[in-house]
């Protein structure tokens, strides 16, 4: 069983950033670990993912070139630093983990372990 903690929402001016981080406890060796988002109103959507040894990325095309993912293992931590932020970019965001291997990694049914959300708040 894998436990995940997310932490970093809060509320932050169009064109501002954000860290997120998602803190990971319990039988987390080899679990692919990803963000997703849901806003309200909508379906919760992928937005960024990495596998366990941190050698591949994924990222919805809203978010490429502003998202990056990054994950510290020594640490259990992975993290989501987001820049050029905007109002489309306000929406609850959920770190999930999953096996090693992912046949489609973008897909929130591939995923196990769910956290409870951090609210993101993009103002314009």
């Known amino acids: 069983h894998v436990q995940l903690v997310e932490s970093g929402g809060g509320l932050v001016q169009a064109g501002g950033s954000l860290r997120l981080s998602c803190a990971a406890s319990g039988r987390t060796f080899g679990h692919a670990l990803a963000w997703f988002r849901q806003a309200p109103g909508k379906e919760r959507e992928f937005v960024a993912g990495?596998?366990?040894?941190?050698?591949?990325?994924y990222y919805a095309d809203s978010v490429k070139g502003r998202f990056t993912i990054s994950r510290n293992n020594a640490k259990n931590t992975i993290y989501l630093q987001m820049n050029s932020l905007n109002p489309e970019d306000t929406a609850v965001y959920y770190c999930?983990?999953?096996?090693?291997?992912?046949?489609?990694?973008?897909?929130?049914?591939?995923?196990?372990?769910w956290g409870q959300g951090t609210q993101v708040t993009v103002s314009s």
């Open positions: 999930a983990a999953g096996p090693t291997i992912l046949a489609r990694p973008k897909v929130q049914d591939e995923y196990d372990y």
């Open positions: 990495i596998s366990w040894s941190g050698g591949s990325t």
